[in-house]
């Protein structure tokens, strides 16, 4: 079992800077990619960014490229998301998600808001 554990949401205006972490644990598994979600009110669930175990490949969907950045740091067993310029647009529920070779795993969510 893998517990994910997010923090770094919360209330920021717009232009502002926020840096999300998901930090594992529990059993020790090797995951084989790392990503972000977010959920907006009255959305459905979208990606955000992904990112290879190795680091070596990123995924950013098109309304944050340019502004967001993911990361990963291996010993600590976290991944990140730092988010820059951000906007309104941007308010949602974020949730981390790891996926490991025989298992996924979510966080329970982050809430950031983006006011104007």
């Known amino acids: 079992q893998v517990q994910l554990v997010e923090s770094g949401g919360g209330v920021v205006q717009a232009g502002d800077s926020l840096r999300l972490s998901c930090a594992a644990s529990g059993r020790s598994f090797t995951p084989l990619a790392m990503a972000w979600f977010r959920q907006a009110p009255g959305n459905e669930i979208e990606s955000v960014a992904a990112?290879?175990?190795?680091?070596?490949?990123?995924y950013f969907a098109d309304s944050v490229k340019g502004r967001f950045t993911i990361s990963r740091d291996g010993a600590k067993n976290t991944v990140y998301l730092q988010m820059n310029s951000l906007k309104p647009d941007d308010t949602a529920v974020y949730y981390c998600y790891v996926r490991y070779p025989n298992m996924d795993s979510w966080g329970r969510g982050t809430l950031v808001t983006v006011s104007s």
């Open positions: 990112i290879s175990f190795m680091g070596a490949n990123t």
